[in-house]
Nanobody, 122 residues
Framework: QVQLVESGGGLVQAGGSLRLSCVAS????????MGWFRQAPGKEREFVTG????????YYADSVKGRFTISRDNAKNTVYLQMNSLKPEDTAVYYC???????????????WGQGTQVTVSS
């Protein structure tokens, strides 16, 4: 049984930065792709970014390209999301996700954490 625990959310002004972390347990972390999704009030959950098992391939939604960076540390069972130049439209609950195929592409995720709130004020 996988457990994904996110942290690092909070309130930030537009243009600011936040770094989210997600610690995974219960499975061999380095076998799995990892990613981040988000869900804003009244909207469906959407893919933000993914990273393959080794960290060698990353994928981003167009809305965050050039502003967000995903990375992972397999020795620490942790995936990170560095968010820069934040905008009010980035406000959402951010969920860590795990992909059993290892590829980290947007359609492969099967497990999600409980989420962490990110609020960007204008």
């Amino acid at each position: 049984q996988v457990q994904l625990v996110e942290s690092g959310g909070g309130l930030v002004q537009a243009g600011g930065s936040l770094r989210l972390s997600c610690v995974a347990s219960g499975r061999t972390f380095s076998n799995y792709g990892m990613g981040w999704f988000r869900q804003a009030p009244g909207k469906e959950r959407e893919f933000v970014t993914g990273i393959n098992w080794s960290g060698g391939s990353t994928y981003y939604a167009d809305s965050v390209k050039g502003r967000f960076t995903i990375s992972r540390d397999n020795a620490k069972n942790t995936v990170y999301l560095q968010m820069n130049s934040l905008k009010p439209e980035d406000t959402a609950v951010y969920y860590c996700a795990q992909d059993p195929t290892g590829w980290g592409t947007r359609t492969s995720f099967r497990s999600w954490g409980q989420g962490t709130q990110v609020t960007v004020s204008s």
